[in-house]
């Protein structure tokens, strides 16, 4: 069975940090470019991060550029985000995907004062 279970969200103060993880199992992780979207309330869909199956490439939307950091350790099949400088408008549910085929349920981050 796929599973792609995601976790570290919660609610932080703005400028502020965490790390999202995302465990993924029943699939080959080290052969998928991985993903983290996001859903802010009321809105569609945000592509935030990508990284490619070895690790060595990374892109980011402008909205986080030089606020996120995306990972993986592909020995732990888990895929990383670590988050800095929190603002209110990255308040929503984030979700990981493998190449778009499998998603995790999501996570809540909520960023307020």
């Known amino acids: 069975e796929v599973q792609l279970v995601e976790s570290g969200g919660g609610l932080v103060q703005p400028g502020g940090s965490l790390r999202l993880s995302c465990a993924a199992s029943?699939?080959?992780?080290?052969?998928?470019?991985m993903s983290w979207v996001r859903q802010a309330p009321g809105k569609g869909l945000e592509w935030v991060s990508a990284?490619?199956?070895?690790?060595?490439?990374?892109y980011y939307a402008d909205s986080v550029k030089g606020r996120f950091t995306i990972s993986r350790d592909n020995a732990k099949n888990t895929l990383y985000l670590q988050m800095n400088s929190l603002k209110p408008e990255d308040t929503a549910v984030y979700y990981c995907?493998?190449?778009?085929?499998?998603w995790g349920q999501g996570t809540q981050v909520t960023v307020s004062s």
């Open positions: 995907n493998a190449d778009r085929q499998y």
């Open positions: 029943g699939f080959t992780f080290t052969s998928y470019y």
């Open positions: 990284i490619n199956s070895g690790g060595g490439s990374t």
